[in-house]
């Protein structure tokens, strides 16, 4: 037998939560955030229940602490006498959220109800339930601080106790509405719950689940200060982030060669992710390229257009690198004193060493690592592509992550992590902000719709962001070498609608698309190994100017989970609609309904059947966005003819 009274209410099933709440959910700014749980009690009598939420990590509440805010949840499947329960609250700054829900029985709302129905069933004599609700009218006024309130109440007991009103008038006052607001605000709690430990929620800047990334070489734009004169025109095309490869000295031993050869020759620039010479290592900047002087006057020019310049970062190092000299303890030995170098079977990088996380000394290896990404953070970087985090600790991420936001909130973490699924999820439970996908080998409308449909409705759409890379320097997908132009439009569309974030690396707006080999996803010539001279000025940049256009003026482009997919009776064709309440640049709730032709090389025509649960009127007028002269049609709830050319779109907005 428990030696006190046990509780008699339950709170089961909260969310967000990310694994019964050992991880933070993920949101962004401006975001609100909507908190479910399943709350009941035995036997009939009444709930309340509030979220109290806090900006900052918060232990179990106290309520007479003014840091809590709270909202009221309300029943949201009643009349199916369900016990799931929400409320929502925003979250107005980047952070920790914490956030918790309580419970407690509504004694005078269960009065206020049995006394209702026995009016309504004509019963007599309902003096005891009378003298009920007396007592609990009096322990209201009792604990009554707001005047308003305590008048309503001390009335309410004036007239229920007055011999000289009818008993049909006391029933009126007793079962008023006024009364009953004024005793909800003021009645103790009682048999108040909380959950056992308070929820998290981890806040980002909005860059963290919507942007256009664009991935680019400096070498081949005439190094740091050649990048900041093309801010202009990226910032037109309308991209948010541009992503730099390592931009630091270059090692000299085993250098790879043009086409990832085991020798260089003379001029070879080598492969930026081979780090480190005898200049310097992580924490400097390839002389070829420019300064830290340089670097900073860049990120500076970014952010006064509203764009933020991402660096690699990549935990390895080169033969060169200083800290084989100052720290080889951090590294790799066999047992005969050589290094080993770093392998991807059946890929092999000869001009790479990895470090031994192992190490005795591996507090300064990470301290040493953190202080790298902070320096670059100090000169204005605002975003890290981090290069194989799942082949270091996972202890170390969690702890870098969070040692950056203590300094810089708004630094965001992109996991280049093509690996293990559960090792992605892990990752992003773990603090990055994003991460690559499989969507670079999702081209069929069937492998598209179960993927996205497993990111958006699963349980990773509380904490992975996916970052919808259509092509980077080591993946150019058969269907790219393939499909011409057609395939080029056909992934940039799906990757800058399917997903709020996506990217795209330069070359792909001049559809470069040969391989090193058949059977290869690597390019010829790769601009890994060799310098290009670059220029944006590709054939793909209207189209692109077009969609990122439709993006930001488009709330629902900027959500993921919200997507529906919609039948249209060809395989080749592949149609959704995305939806959001956030009034758009037409001034109503944005809705953008996108069709894509997945086949490069033929007209393909079908049915979009729009589903009446999107709420959509019967008949309605879309605007294409993709059309130069901004076509318009007519739709409906139902099945609408498509007719696209090879790779073609539509991206329709709704027009109310």
Known sequence: MPLQAPQRIVIQYPSPAVDGGRFPAKRCVGDRVVVEADIFRDGHDLLRAVVLHHPGQMSRPHRESSLWREVEMRPIDAHLDGVR?????EVEKAGTWTYTIEAWTDRFGTWRDELGRKVEASQHDLSGEMSEGLVLLREAADVSEVQGDRAVIEHALIA?????????????????????AA????????????????????VDRLRARFGAWYELFPRSWGGLEGVQGQLPRLKELGFDVVYLPPIHPIG??????????????????????????????????????????DLER????????????????????????????????????????????????????????????????????????????????????????????????????????????????????????????GVMRHLAKLG??????????????????????????????????????????????????????????????????????????????????????????????????????????????PLIQR?????????????????????????????????SPVAGSGGSPS??????????????????????????PPSFTVQDLLSLHSNLYQWRIGQNYVRLGPGKSHLLRVQL
Do not use: C, M
Request: glycine letters at 6%.
């Open 591 to 616: 809705t953008v309904i996108t069709v894509v032709n997945l086949d490069p090389r033929q007209t393909q025509e079908g049915l979009a059947v729009v589903p009446a649960r999107l709420g959509l």
């Open 183 to 202: 005793v909800e605000r003021v009645q103790p709690r009682h048999e108040s719950v909380v959950l056992e430990k308070p929820l998290t929620i981890e």
């Open 160 to 180: 229920l106790e007055d011999p000289a009103i009818p008993e049909s008038a006391k029933f009126d006052v007793a079962l008023g509405p006024e009364l009953f």
């Open 298 to 421: 860049l990120t500076k020019a970014a952010g006064a257009l509203g764009i933020d310049i991402a660096l690699d970062f990549a935990i390895q190092a080169s033969a060169d690198h200083p800290w084989l000299t100052e720290h080889p303890e951090w590294f790799h030995r066999r047992p005969d004193g050589t290094l080993k170098y770093a392998e991807n079977p059946p890929k092999r990088y000869q001009d790479i060493y990895n470090f031994n996380w192992d190490s005795e000394d591996w507090q300064g290896l990470w301290n040493a690592l953190k202080e790298v990404v902070l320096e670059w953070v100090r000169l204005g970087v605002k975003a890290f592509r981090v290069d194989n985090p799942h082949t270091k600790p996972f202890a170390f991420w969690a702890w870098l992550i969070e040692e950056v936001h203590r300094e810089d909130r708004d630094v965001i973490f992109l996991a280049e992590a093509f690996t293990r699924r």
């Open 85 to 89: 329960w929400a409320g929502s609250f």
């Open 547 to 579: 969609v990122n256009s439709a993006r930001r003026a488009n709330p629902a482009l900027q959500e993921f989970s919200n997507i529906a997919f919609l039948d249209t009776a060809n395989e080749a064709l592949i149609a959704y609609a995305k939806h």
């Open 432 to 541: 990055f902000s994003q991460s690559y996908t499989y969507f670079t080998w999702k081209n069929s409308r069937h492998e598209l719709t179960e993927y996205v449909s497993e990111l958006a409705t699963g349980e990773e759409r509380e904490y992975f962001r996916p970052n919808f890379f259509a092509n980077t320097p080591d993946i150019l997908h058969a269907y790219l070498q393939n499909g011409g132009r057609p395939a080029f439009e056909a992934r940039f569309v799906l990757a800058a609608t399917l997903s709020p974030t996506y990217g795209i690396y330069s070359g792909f707006e001049h559809f470069e698309n040969t391989p090193l080999r058949d059977g290869s996803e690597e390019y010829l010539h790769s601009e890994k190994y060799e310098i290009k001279d670059r220029a944006l000025d590709g054939p793909l940049l």
């Open 252 to 293: 000299h031993t085993n250098r790879k060669g043009r086409d990832n050869a085991l020798t260089a020759k003379a001029g070879d620039p080598g492969s930026p992710w081979a780090i480190g010479d005898e200049t310097g290592g992580h924490d400097a900047i390839h002389p070829d390229l420019g300064s830290k002087n």
